[in-house]
């Protein structure tokens, strides 16, 4: 969305509020968004410094990782940033003005998708699955002999534990 920003530079009003939506992330593995961002915010100038204050929400969809549950949840993603019209030398903490507003879809959806996890868990305490049967933990024990099968290359370090 390009936000004008005009009225701000030229002294008119001081502050800006946006409310829309934005077409979600596309093309990670396991992560997938079935609704569209909603993007909140406000652009304020304070004594001649711009800063664009933004809150992201968007509902995901994605697997546990260690018990490879489907899960769901929303994710909320805060995004701050001084606005200028021209810096001495690029700085990438900056927006930069230009036409007389900025476009904030890119630099939002970017920060948004850096800010995601790596991994994801259906609850903090999650089992996860049996590594011999496949049998998820979390539902009880499996049964299985062989829950701690010992490395082959440490087998020997067990020998010590039997004095």
Do not use: W
């Amino acid at each position: 969305m390009f936000i004008d920003v005009r009225e701000i530079l030229s002294g008119l009003i001081d502050s800006i509020e946006f409310d829309y939506t934005l077409a979600p992330p596309q093309g990670f593995n396991d992560i997938s968004f079935p609704e569209e961002v909603h993007i909140t915010g406000s652009i304020k100038n304070q004594a001649g410094y711009m800063t664009l204050n933004a809150q992201a929400t968007v509902p995901y969809v994605t697997h546990c990782a260690r018990c490879t549950k489907e899960i769901s949840g929303v994710f909320e993603h805060a995004f701050m940033r001084p606005l200028a019209t021209k810096l001495e030398q690029e700085d990438d903490d900056y927006l930069m003005i230009e036409h007389g507003g900025i476009d904030l879809d890119t630099p939002l959806l970017e920060d948004l998708v850096l800010s995601l996890d790596f991994a994801y868990l259906c609850k903090e305490d999650c089992k996860g699955l049996c590594f011999t049967c496949g049998h998820d933990l979390n539902d009880g024990d499996c049964g299985c002999a062989n829950k701690k099968e010992i490395d082959p290359r440490l087998a020997i370090l067990a020998k010590l534990l039997d004095n």
